[in-house]
């Protein structure tokens, strides 16, 4: 099964990507992981991209696009995967469309999780993220039991750079004027279906399964 999820930050990408891969028994590739990993590790790809994931900004197609080509091409992407932050761009699709020819498969579903701007704005100004096991908290919605500190692995947590209110505006920006046409490239084919990200991450994740249930698995 493979999978592209799209969606605003702070919409719940992330979170729906991690279970629903878990779920489909398959990778979950979140773009934005792998280049913090890059940026945190130093490695050149990091040095290159660094200016770009801080300032809230979109890496260059042509990185992205050797970065995604690595990645589908090693063994564990070949049950399927969960793509989360790939295509943002156009131009990503027809990187990610050359790809998957390439890999003699096809995308299954194509979804976007919508949610309303306060919304998302709150999400991403509460966020708290483990650098160590990825897991992600909330302030408010889901703290960890021990303030600052993961549930899962006992790492300190951190805010992401990214999700400062000036950047987190940016981002929004960068959203709609360069990743809304992604999901209207994909509506145009007729393979996007809109998800209710709204509300609590069990009813989100309910619907998912439904629309994958309901629309059968056509890999
Ligand atoms: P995310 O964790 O998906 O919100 O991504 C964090 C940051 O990584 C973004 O704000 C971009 O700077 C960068 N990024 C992630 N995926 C892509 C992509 N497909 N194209 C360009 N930049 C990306």
Same mark, same amino acid.
């Given at each position: 099964?493979?999978?592209? $999820?799209?969606?605003?930050? %702070?919409? %719940?990408?992330?979170?729906?990507?991690? @279970?629903?891969?878990?779920?489909?028994?398959?990778?979950?590739?979140?773009?934005?992981?792998?280049?913090?990993?890059?940026?945190?590790?130093?490695?050149? $790809?990091?040095?290159?991209?660094?200016?770009?994931?801080?300032?809230?900004?979109?890496?260059?197609?042509?990185?992205?696009?050797?970065?995604?080509?690595?990645?589908?091409?090693?063994?564990?992407?070949?049950?399927?995967?969960?793509?989360?932050?790939?295509?943002?761009?156009?131009?990503?699709?027809?990187?990610?469309?050359?790809? $998957?020819?390439?890999?003699?498969?096809?995308?299954?579903?194509?979804?976007?999780?919508?949610?309303?701007?306060?919304?998302?704005? @709150?999400?991403?100004?509460?966020?708290?993220?483990?650098?160590?096991?990825?897991?992600?908290?909330?302030?408010?919605?889901?703290?960890?039991?021990?303030? %600052?500190?993961?549930?899962?692995?006992?790492?300190?947590?951190?805010?992401?750079?990214?999700?400062?209110?000036?950047?987190?505006?940016?981002?929004?920006?960068?959203?709609?004027?360069?990743?809304?046409?992604?999901?209207?490239?994909?509506?145009?084919?007729?393979? $996007?279906?809109?998800?209710?990200?709204?509300?609590?991450?069990?009813?989100?994740?309910?619907?998912?399964?439904?629309?994958? %249930?309901?629309?059968?698995?056509?890999?």
């Amino acid at each position: 099964m493979r999978v592209v $999820l799209m969606g605003p930050p %702070g919409v %719940g990408k992330g979170t729906q990507a991690t @279970r629903l891969s878990a779920l489909l028994g398959v990778i979950h590739v979140s773009t934005g992981d792998i280049l913090r990993d890059a940026v945190k590790g130093g490695s050149a $790809l990091g040095r290159k991209v660094r200016t770009f994931v801080e300032g809230g900004k979109l890496v260059p197609d042509d990185l992205m696009g050797d970065l995604i080509e690595d990645r589908l091409q090693k063994d564990d992407a070949s049950r399927g995967f969960v793509l989360d932050g790939f295509p943002r761009t156009v131009e990503q699709v027809s990187i990610l469309d050359r790809a $998957l020819r390439n890999l003699d498969v096809r995308i299954d579903h194509v979804f976007v999780l919508t949610a309303p701007e306060d919304e998302i704005v @709150r999400r991403l100004a509460g966020r708290r993220v483990c650098p160590g096991c990825k897991a992600v908290y909330h302030l408010e919605n889901k703290p960890p039991k021990s303030a %600052g500190v993961c549930d899962s692995c006992g790492s300190a947590l951190i805010q992401r750079s990214d999700d400062e209110e000036e950047v987190i505006r940016e981002r929004l920006a960068v959203y709609a004027e360069s990743t809304a046409p992604v999901a209207g490239t994909y509506a145009e084919r007729g393979t $996007l279906v809109e998800i209710d990200g709204h509300g609590d991450p069990d009813a989100v994740g309910a619907r998912l399964r439904a629309a994958i %249930g309901a629309e059968g698995d056509r890999a």
